[in-house]
């Protein structure tokens, strides 16, 4: 199921209502909070901090959604939300005027081919990777695994994650029509307990009950995202419409802290940007990180 954000406000029409009258940094008897929408692969870590940061600010409720990265970047387009969250640049998704949004890079996430732990398959090349997402192969057994139909999950049209994948993973390809999900948490779980499945997620979504793919050798590792040996990866995207302000400037400083970056970011999977070895700009452009500078 999709994971829920620690602290949800309630009151149905009414509370909506709110949220988009104001652009959605409220007040009320109880409170302040704002609302921040979007990127499933981001939410964990928004969820974390956000729940850290109410309980050091008494009075303050961060209320965290998910949606994927097209309906955090749209919502805040509208500004019907506090934040968008995204895996992408906004540039990257069609209908956003990016000009609008200020971009707050929070962190970098890898993202990584997720099979069934019975497929018998531990690795396979790019060429392959592409092979099994297009619909060019269809067994196991024709990747040396077991006598397996292949069943493809896909995340939702409007996923960054799912965007990220299919740009770097299948170099610009796109998956053939399958079952989709808006939730990396029910894709973690359909492939967990479907024979022959494979999908993607975040590193951060990987536990014990899938299995990751190496491709080309390469392990999803944090350490081969940081040098971009593993090329599937994106920057963790925290949008505003216009400079943030108030309650929410609060909170994406304390996002980009020392605190939060050493504390929470690493601990739950991500990789703060300041280990990264390399940058990569909207088109895609791969730069040398020149440390001490």
């Not at 732990?117 to 024709?142: H, M, P, R, Y």
Request: aromatic letters at 6%.
């Amino acid at each position: 199921m999709m994971r829920k954000g620690p602290l949800v406000l309630v009151g149905g029409i009414l509370t909506v209502m709110l949220l988009v009258l104001s652009g959605c940094e409220t007040q009320s008897s109880s409170g302040k909070s704002i609302t921040i929408v979007g990127s499933t692969a981001l939410q964990p870590l928004v969820e974390a901090a956000g729940e850290q940061y109410g309980t050091e600010n008494v009075g303050v409720f961060v209320n965290v959604q998910g949606g994927g990265s097209g309906t955090g970047l749209s919502q805040v387009q509208e500004k019907a939300v506090s934040i968008g969250n995204s895996d992408v640049f906004a540039e990257e998704k069609k209908g956003i005027d990016a000009s609008k949004l200020v971009d707050h890079q929070v962190g970098v996430v890898g993202i990584t081919p997720v099979v069934n732990k019975d497929v018998g398959v531990k690795n396979v090349s790019k060429k392959q990777l592409i092979a099994i997402f297009t619909g060019k192969l269809t067994n196991w057994k024709q990747l040396g695994g077991e006598d397996l139909p292949i069943v493809l999950l896909n995340r939702a049209t409007g996923s960054g994650t799912r965007l990220t994948f299919e740009k770097w993973g299948l170099d610009g390809q796109q998956s053939k029509d399958a079952q989709e999900q808006d939730s990396t948490g029910m894709v973690r779980q359909i492939v967990g307990s479907t024979p022959g499945a494979i999908s993607y997620m975040a590193f951060s979504y990987v536990d014990k009950t899938v299995d990751s793919l190496s491709v080309d050798n390469v392990k999803p590792t944090e350490s081969n995202v940081a040098s971009n040996k593993w090329k599937i990866w994106s920057y963790e995207h925290m949008y505003t419409n216009g400079a943030p302000t108030g309650l929410t400037k609060q909170f994406l400083d304390y996002m980009t802290s020392d605190k939060i970056q050493k504390q929470v970011v690493s601990k739950l999977g991500y990789i703060p940007t300041t280990q990264m070895e390399v940058k990569r700009s909207v088109d895609g452009k791969i730069i040398a990180i020149k440390k001490g500078m």
